[in-house]
């Protein structure tokens, strides 16, 4: 299984631009955009930064690591809940601080590990997929990011879906995970 191609500068790129990115749509906006959600069971911006936070501390890095030592366990499974218990208090910009402060942290680690082409193809065992390679898992890494842009998008649209009235029609974001 030959991994599709992952450019490291690329990927470092975008994860490095995610932290200024967050704080440039969240930072200092009142509650009603931060605490906004889709509908029950769904999260808030506040949450997804919460999330975040949780991943830098016990996915990504960790999970690099383990594939680099050459482990033969499965990674650890990664608690998506885990945001509720770590991340409810604190402020906004607290925790955006923090995803910061802990993304730096993260790609100095990656940095550290000086990986080259032929470290993408080590391979890992994740414990519900399966076989897996340090690629893919960088490159997840990246797409997790933008996954989590979009939906704080698409969720603090929705606090104006009544307010665009007719407009509705012209805009996917609001039609997108109807409540």
């Not at 994860?15 to 509650?31: I, V």
């Not at 991340?87 to 550290?112: D, K, M, N, T």
């Amino acid at each position: 299984m030959k991994t599709p191609e992952i450019s490291l500068d690329d990927a470092v790129a975008i994860l490095q631009r995610t932290p200024a990115s967050l704080a440039a749509l969240l930072d200092g906006l009142p509650e009603t955009w931060v605490r906004a959600t889709e509908g029950d069971g769904t999260w808030s911006p506040y949450d997804v930064i919460g999330h975040l936070i949780h991943g830098e501390r016990t996915d990504w890095i960790p999970r690099a690591r383990h594939i680099l030592a050459g482990q033969t366990r499965p990674f650890e499974r990664f608690d998506r809940q885990a945001r509720f218990a770590g991340s409810q208090s604190g402020s906004l910009r607290e925790l955006l601080a923090s995803f910061a402060a802990l993304r730096r942290e993260s790609l100095s680690a990656l940095a550290a590990m000086n990986l080259t082409n032929g470290d993408l193809e080590r391979r890992g065992l994740h414990p519900e997929l399966g076989e897996v390679t340090l690629g893919q898992l960088l490159a997840t890494w990246v797409v997790h990011d933008l996954d989590h842009v979009v939906q704080i998008a698409r969720t603090m649209a929705k606090v104006y879906t009544k307010a665009t009235g007719p407009w509705i029609e012209y805009l996917s974001v609001l039609r997108d995970r109807l409540r």
